[in-house]
């Protein structure tokens, strides 16, 4: 069903040509970038010219070696010059992918004096006697920190957090294209679990929620857990739990795809850092009898075990578990030999699975998939929006459980996940986890009327 796509490695160029505006040359540079085994994905036009058009070639090449080559071929073509070479990517992240912009248009002194002094001292004066209006005349109620420490950045590892930035500015896009929230990244210089604690709760009272980010195990846990009883708003460690979420959304599917419920089946997690403890843990709360578990970390092996998981061997839990959830990082951990008949696999870890799908089926799997689809994009834009809407203290386990639910609700047939582009999706996700916060008692009552 689900596959490793061909070229899930490919690196994205663009040449800039100057192609002779007369038939055939645009066919001769065609040939020329097949010749050399690129793939074509998009042509545009940049401008006409008297004699030659400027034309931007955009495609997937396996290396930096096949470029070579398709620019020796495409440097044969009669008629065509290669003007420049673009790296799209790039490109896409000049100049940051963020910026703050004022909602009220400064268009007179009579607008400047309503949103600064004299008139702003009404509104101050109002949230000093009745604090909650800070969610009704200001920006805090819909502004989320993303916190890192760059110590655990996608599959890029400790590089701290100014290089983990472009992450953080990606989450803030998501955040407003998605769920039509304020993310402000919060990059700290710090890896000491007491500073970060103490920075992050300084700095809360100018956020609705807090929303930590690719900060590594097992600190995370530590941070996430002080930070929630401390503070009075959400503290939700996205690598935990928005995985978690979307993963078990992923094995509702799964598993109402070969047709049989698994809560009375044993799970293995196969990787127990942050995502997989957070997978454990929400299985857990989803009402999973049957938690078995491995890493090559003692220390992770201990918190499972005291997270009532039960921690085996990587062969142990092959043998024993119904249901295997791979988030190791390490591609290829899962052999063919090591798979049972009617096993389910989710090899989630990017961008190369544990095993691939297709190798797990043959070898016996009765559904396999990778994590191509996985993504806790999915799941976090949703669950703030929903928080945010509740105003709610905290993010428990219900939301949770109810986000994934929607989620799962959402994939097309024969799908684990929607597209995490799907906005109906992410609408009925914060409509759920507001649903869930009110029936879990973590919900704020609104605000007072404003005083006279």
Do not use: W
Request: glycine share 10%; aromatic share 4%.
């Amino acid at each position: 069903m689900m596959q490793i796509e061909k070229g899930i490695d490919k690196i994205v160029k663009t040449i800039r040509l100057l192609i002779l505006d007369q038939p055939g040359y645009l066919g001769r540079v065609a040939t020329a970038v097949g010749n050399a085994g690129g793939n074509i994905t998009d042509l545009h036009l940049v401008s006409y010219g008297v004699e030659y058009n400027t034309r931007d070639l955009t495609l997937f090449i396996d290396d930096e070696a096949q470029l070579q080559d398709v620019l020796a071929e495409v440097g044969k073509v009669e008629g065509v010059i290669i003007s420049e070479i673009i790296d799209p990517v790039l490109e896409m992240h000049r100049g940051g992918k963020i910026q703050v912009k004022s909602r009220v248009p400064l268009d007179g002194l009579s607008t400047l004096r309503k949103i600064y002094t004299p008139g702003v001292a009404k509104v101050c004066k109002l949230i000093e006697q009745t604090p909650d209006l800070k969610y009704e005349y200001t920006a805090i109620g819909n502004t989320v920190a993303i916190v890192t420490n760059g110590t655990a950045v996608l599959g890029l590892g400790d590089i701290g957090p100014v290089a983990g930035m472009p992450v953080m500015e990606g989450k803030a896009v998501l955040f407003d294209a998605l769920a039509g929230i304020s993310g402000v990244p919060i990059l700290l210089a710090t890896k000491d679990t007491e500073e970060i604690i103490r920075t992050v709760a300084t700095i809360a009272p100018s956020f609705g929620a807090i929303k930590l980010e690719d900060i590594k195990a097992p600190e995370c846990f530590e941070i996430e857990n002080r930070l929630d009883a401390m503070l009075d708003i959400p503290v939700m460690h996205d690598d935990q739990h928005g995985t978690a979420t979307v993963a078990l959304a992923a094995l509702l599917n799964a598993t109402k795809y070969v047709g049989k419920p698994f809560r009375n089946d044993c799970v293995g997690i196969v990787g127990l850092g942050a995502a997989g403890m957070g997978i454990a843990k929400l299985l857990v709360a989803f009402g999973v009898r049957r938690l078995v578990g491995t890493d090559i970390n003692p220390n992770a092996m201990a918190i499972f075990e005291k997270a009532g998981g039960v921690p085996l061997s990587l062969n142990e839990v092959m043998q024993t578990a119904d249901i295997v959830i791979g988030v190791t990082g390490a591609a290829g951990l899962l052999k063919p030999a090591m798979i049972r008949k009617g096993q389910i696999i989710l090899a989630l870890s990017n961008p190369r699975p544990e095993i691939v799908p297709e190798d797990a089926r043959n070898a016996g799997a009765a559904f396999a998939a990778d994590g191509r689809s996985v993504n806790n994009g999915l799941a976090f834009p949703g669950i703030f929006r929903g928080a945010l809407d509740a105003r709610a203290r905290s993010i428990c386990n219900r939301m949770k459980i109810a986000a994934a639910r929607t989620i799962a609700s959402f994939a097309a047939t024969g799908e684990l996940v929607p597209s995490i582009l799907n906005r109906d999706m992410h609408k009925a996700v914060a409509q759920a986890v507001e649903r869930a916060a009110f029936e879990a008692g973590v919900a704020r009552a609104r605000s007072p009327d404003v005083p006279e």
